[in-house]
């Protein structure tokens, strides 16, 4: 059989296949075509993948809030604030019910940090 496809990590040069995933021990058998390849082929060293993780700002610190005056925590509506009167305030979303119910929108204002909750 002729190679038809190009060398891909986690791809059967030979027919195409998905192949199964890579094993501490053994080769890799590909369940279409049978051919057999070993761990050290499959791996492509040139396309290695780097990443990083960002956590959002950490906002305690040993037990203490931090002062964050001036941040909101998500996109600001107009909505009055029940406790202080300001105009502004930050909204999320989350679905805490079932899929076929509203959302939950959790409202925090951006002067006092005034939290609410409201089922749409």
Do not use: W
Not at 98 to 105: I, L
């Amino acid at each position: 059989m002729s190679k038809t496809f190009k060398k891909v990590a986690g791809f059967c040069s030979d027919c195409g296949a998905i192949l199964p995933p890579l094993r501490d021990i053994g080769d890799v058998t590909c369940y279409t075509c049978s051919k057999v390849f070993i761990p050290d082929i499959l791996i492509d060293r040139n396309s290695a993948v780097h990443y990083t993780i960002h956590f959002n700002s950490q906002s305690t610190r040993l037990g203490q809030q931090i002062d964050r005056e001036g941040e909101e925590e998500g996109p600001v509506v107009e909505r009055k604030c029940p406790k202080c009167g300001n105009e502004k305030m930050s909204y999320a979303t989350l679905q805490l019910r079932s899929a076929d119910e509203g959302q939950t929108v959790f409202y925090t204002c951006t002067k006092c940090k005034f939290k609410e909750s409201e089922n749409s």
